[in-house]
């Protein structure tokens, strides 16, 4: 059966994602945190194959995504919509829509069963409504960024926050600490703002209810239940692998390529 | 000595940076895209020096006050290269029969510097040998006198055989280079090649030659570089103003392998090599009747548009197309609904994006070549 590895390069996490035939063998990431990314993308990828107990010499294929280019010893690139589609239909079958919510982007894409895209749509270069924006608030209110989805589930009276601007949004967050707002409802009001930016986009790319959430904010339980409540008509669904969909559909994609290019080769 | 590939690059990238026009013979006569005949320059003993706009570096002052803003890039910045004075030592110029804006253009320049040499080459769109050769031969008649003037000696057959020779010789490593970019593009990116092609520009012949020749030794004996599963495109659209460097990258990291394009079209404008016996310039002549490029400035019956693209798409065992003409260029974009129309008769994939020569943010293209090579890869056979 063929084994592949899938590497998901992201701006603020490296994912990488073992596979041989249907099932993943293992999954590791590592924060970049101001670090060589070279290194990084190296390491990750070192502590991979020592966890799938493969030898590089196995991999049939390695296939990058994100800014994957990096990696040099790839032997080929896949977009990160392609990829997150194939990684979130592997995760969770049931889902025909995406939401990719990442460090710098978020991204909602519709696909068939297949995980074709059929069409998308994708947040502007604006940070506000991603995952590096809540890092920042995460930041100023002296919290881990783990406790902020537990924390946010506790809020009773969250906070509007601008939902256009970053800038404007961490003004405001400066604002409500100063006034005594507590962070759970600082929170809980961060996640409904991002939460209804996120349901637009959906909304804008198609009309498929099963809705995949993949990416670093995955894992967020505070922005999951903030999208459950603001949208009812919407089903979102998570994966505790969801943050590697990227890696894992790179993985996936990477060895079908191979067989392809192996039947080209042998006919 | 010859070099490595990555030194072969490193040496363009600084010719390029720099506006270098080389270890200069004495005069040189500057040119813009597609073709003029460069053989009789150099047989003058004059250095056919090509202007491909001013890139992405140069910033426009002067330029845009001479073309409105619904006119591409590569005029403005020629002006402005003129007008910074980075053209003065050149002792002439030839516009080539492109488009009215390098027509126009010329005119221009016949005002801005009335003391410096500048001509329309008027190329035959009759390729009738009775019409358009008799009409070229005199206007190469006419070129070879003005080159004589400026040279101050005289052009005869034999230097003239010579200088054909070494652009045959230049024409053939190019075709050399884009063969071996064909069979192993990871091998041969065009990131690179451009560079190298570009180098040409501003080099004696002989010199670039040699260049390239080093460029495919160094890129074959390095075994560093592995095979890439991309997606084989040919590029069209980019026979006048040239895409930035930056461009070409996010084209091959969006997982596209270059097989084919017209850049630098004018360098292989003659498929082939020009005969060396008989009149030297009758060969220029019936070379360029019967030997040339087809492109949107030159004219081909109709039906017979898409000819190229479909013969090229089939010879690189290419699995799409990628439309990428500069913004506002009339031959290019005028051309481009025949060339889809045919593309989607064969049903061959393709996708389309204009770009200008300084254009800078690439993440829009990038997302566009990324998914179009995806779909190419992963959903052509479905």
């Not at chain 1, 759970?184 to 996120?198: E, N, P, Q, V």
Request: aromatic residues 8%; negative net charge.
């Amino acid at each position: 059966m063929t084994i592949a590895a899938g590497i998901d390069v992201g701006s603020s996490a490296v994912k990488v994602a073992m596979i041989i035939g249907d099932e993943v063998l293992a999954l590791h990431s590592e924060r970049i945190r101001r670090r060589e990314l070279r290194k990084v993308i190296n390491d990750a990828y070192s502590i991979a194959l020592g966890m799938a107990n493969v030898k590089e010499s196995d991999l049939a294929y390695v296939a990058t995504t994100g800014e994957g280019e990096l990696v040099e010893f790839r032997r080929g690139h896949f977009y990160g919509m392609t990829t997150h589609a194939r990684g979130a239909i592997h995760l969770l079958p049931e889902t025909r829509a995406v939401l990719d919510i990442g460090a710098l982007h978020a991204r909602a894409i519709q696909m068939d069963d297949r995980s074709r895209v059929l069409n998308y749509r994708m947040t502007s270069q604006c940070a506000s409504g991603s995952g590096q924006f809540l890092e920042n608030v995460a930041r100023y209110l002296g919290i881990a960024l783990e406790e902020v989805g537990p924390l946010s589930l506790q809020g009773d009276a969250p906070e509007t926050v601008s939902s256009i601007c970053a800038v404007l949004a961490e003004t405001d967050v400066i604002n409500m600490v100063s006034r005594g707002i507590k962070p759970a409802d600082i929170l809980k009001g961060i996640h409904i703002s991002m939460a209804g930016r996120y349901v637009k986009l959906l909304r804008a790319s198609g009309n498929a209810t099963d809705v995949a959430i993949t990416g670093g904010l995955a894992s967020d339980v505070g922005l999951v239940e903030a999208l459950r409540e603001n949208c009812a008509d919407l089903r979102f669904h998570t994966h505790p692998d969801s943050t590697y969909a990227g890696a894992i559909g790179a993985a996936f994609w990477g060895a079908y390529r191979h067989r392809v290019l192996e039947s080209r080769k042998a006919s | 000595m010859a070099c490595t590939e990555s030194e072969c690059v490193a040496d363009c990238v600084r010719r390029a940076e720099t506006l270098a026009f080389a270890d200069p013979p004495p005069h040189s006569i500057g040119y813009m895209p597609i073709y003029v005949p460069r053989e009789l320059i150099h047989a003058a003993g004059l250095l056919p020096a090509g202007l491909y706009g001013g890139g992405d570096r140069l910033e426009i002052i002067r330029g845009d006050a001479y073309f409105q803003s619904y006119i591409c890039r590569i005029p403005r910045s020629t002006i402005e290269l003129a007008l910074s004075g980075h053209l003065d030592r050149l002792d002439g110029m030839l516009f080539p029969s492109i488009c009215d804006v390098i027509r126009n253009l010329s005119g221009m320049w016949q005002m801005l510097f009335p003391d410096r040499y500048v001509r329309y080459i008027d190329v035959p769109q009759n390729f009738d040998p009775a019409v358009g050769g008799r009409f070229w031969r005199h206007e190469l008649e006419t070129l070879r006198r003005d080159m004589e003037r400026i040279a101050g000696r005289p052009i005869d057959d034999e230097a003239l055989r010579n200088s054909i020779a070494v652009y045959n010789e230049n024409r053939a490593a190019i075709r050399e280079l884009y063969a071996q970019r064909s069979r192993a593009p990871w091998r041969f990116p065009l990131s690179e090649a451009y560079l190298v092609l570009r180098a040409g520009n501003s080099v004696p012949p002989e010199e670039h030659t040699a260049l390239i020749r080093d460029y495919i030794r160094g890129a074959e004996n390095d075994l560093s570089r592995r095979e890439m599963d991309q997606s084989r495109v040919v590029l069209a659209g980019m026979f006048c103003e040239q895409p930035p460097h930056g461009l070409l990258v996010t084209l091959e990291r969006a997982g596209c392998a270059v097989v084919d394009d017209d850049l630098f079209l004018g360098m292989r404008w003659i498929q082939g090599d020009i005969p060396l016996d008989g009149d030297p310039l009758q060969n220029l002549v019936d070379a360029y009747l019967t030997a040339s490029a087809t492109t949107a400035s030159r004219y081909s019956p109709e039906g017979h548009r898409a000819k190229w693209l479909l013969e090229s798409y089939r010879r690189n065992e290419a699995e799409g197309v990628i439309f990428c003409a500069p913004s506002f260029c009339d031959p290019a974009l005028l051309e481009q609904p025949m060339l889809v129309a045919a593309l989607d008769r064969a049903g061959i994939p393709h996708t389309e994006f204009k770009y200008s020569e300084d254009t800078g943010q690439f993440a829009v293209i990038r997302e566009q070549a990324g998914t179009f090579s995806d779909s190419i890869r992963l959903w052509s056979a479905s």
